[in-house]
């Protein structure tokens, strides 16, 4: 089984949005996807229960339960990690991942926790072995802004490739609230998107991204 972790020690940055909207493209694909909520708040969880039945079905593993152990057939476990994750939690997430996705919106606060947090996850034994790899998101960008050139610039700073970028879309927040994402929404209204998690997808399936950890 492959395991993919949404990390960022920042709230507020996406991860959710960013674990269900990759979960849901990958069960697109025919992937048997498990989705692994290890937020208090639950709203990967609160999402996958309003999914409705008639789309690619997605496995719900929840911590609040237990360790999250997602059954023995599943092809991909997509982990959804809390805010503030560190030390134990992080460190943990980081052994049993194969992929690690990193996302960072384009704000100075966000960029200066997101560098902190960098600093020290590419620090940790796995990254360092490369039994993880580590992949950027730039989410809810503004292109021909100020802050998205300095966002693009900090980016480049690190010895991490950035995997794509994702639009600031109200698609995300409509689909949501429906148990949806932007990969379920018909081509009229998402074909943006889907070409930006098209990219993102292209690295997921490279020998790139996958690490030789688990």
Not at 119 to 126: F, I, N, W
Not at 147 to 156: A, H, K, P, S, V
Not at 178 to 183: D, F, I, N
């Amino acid at each position: 089984m492959r395991t993919i972790a949404i990390v960022n020690a920042k709230g507020g940055c996406g991860k959710t949005t960013i674990a269900t909207s990759l979960a849901a493209a990958l069960a697109w694909e025919g992937y048997s996807v498990a989705l692994g909520d290890m937020d208090p708040q639950q709203s990967s969880s609160d999402w996958l229960a309003q999914r409705p039945e008639e789309y690619p079905g997605i496995i719900g593993v929840n911590a609040q339960d237990g360790p999250l152990r997602a059954p023995p057939d599943t092809d991909i476990l997509v982990i959804d990690t809390q805010a503030g994750i560190h030390g134990h939690d992080l460190g943990n997430v980081v052994r049993r991942s194969q992929t690690l996705l990193v996302p960072v919106l384009p704000s100075p606060v966000d960029m200066r926790a997101a560098r902190r947090f960098l600093d020290h996850l590419l620090e940790l034994k796995p990254i360092q072995t490369r039994q993880a790899k580590v992949g950027l998101i730039a989410n809810r960008v503004r292109p021909h802004t100020i802050i998205y050139r300095e966002l693009t610039g900090f980016l480049d700073d690190f010895r991490v490739p950035v995997v794509g970028q994702l639009r600031d879309s109200m698609n995300y927040v409509r689909a949501f609230e429906r148990g949806l994402t932007v990969s379920d929404l018909p081509p009229y209204l998402a074909w943006q998107d889907w070409e930006q998690w098209e990219v993102i997808l292209d690295w997921i399936r490279s020998k790139r991204s996958m690490g030789k950890g688990g």
